[in-house]
């Protein structure tokens, strides 16, 4: 049988911890590494179960320390769909990675308002109502794709260079 925990399994799930971390500093609204921590275990994580249980397990360890509300499940959900982006990702070229990330704040972005609307209470549950909560979002949305864009590369180009510097950190 072989070994589950590795080298490579600690560093990856080190970062992922980290990324949640930082969750807890302050920040601009949206401007947080979840969807890096999702994309980087979606593409990283050879064990596919293990691509998403550790991602989710450390948002889940940093919203015990934020707080919890009513639209915690499409934030999962959403994450969820983005740890299977990052699954897409076959090689860390910074076209794939801008792609995936702007994919990430995209499918987060409808995700969370399509919740927003369809269980808040400040929109009405009309196609009026649902344009009023996307437009009443979009100010936020430049926060979510730049915190993509710089978490993302931060967490793969570090664990790259680190891959770099121990070669043992490389798939077998």
Do not use: Q
């Not at 590795?6 to 920040?27: E, F, K, Q, S």
């Not at 009513?70 to 969820?80: D, G, I, T």
């Not at 344009?131 to 590369?153: E, K, N, Q, R």
């Amino acid at each position: 049988m072989k070994r589950e925990v590795n080298p490579r399994m600690l560093t990856l799930t080190g970062m992922v911890l980290a990324a949640a971390v930082i969750r807890l500093l302050p920040h601009p609204p949206n401007f947080a590494p979840i969807a890096a921590m999702a994309l980087f275990g979606g593409a990283y994580f050879t064990n596919k179960k293990l691509a998403f249980i550790i991602p989710l397990a450390a948002l889940f360890l940093s919203d015990m320390v934020i707080g919890f509300h009513y639209l915690v499940p499409a934030v999962y959900a959403s994450f969820a769909v983005i740890v299977l982006i990052g699954m897409t990702v076959k090689t860390m070229k910074v076209k794939n990675l801008f792609l995936a990330s702007v994919s990430a704040s995209v499918s987060f972005f409808i995700l969370t308002n399509m919740a927003e609307w369809l269980f808040g209470v400040m929109y009405p549950k009309t196609l009026t109502g649902l344009a009023m909560c996307f437009t009443a979002a979009v100010p936020f949305f430049h926060y979510t794709l730049l915190g993509d864009l710089f978490f993302v590369s931060v967490m793969f180009g570090a664990f790259e260079l680190i891959r770099l510097k121990f070669p043992i950190l490389s798939k077998a």
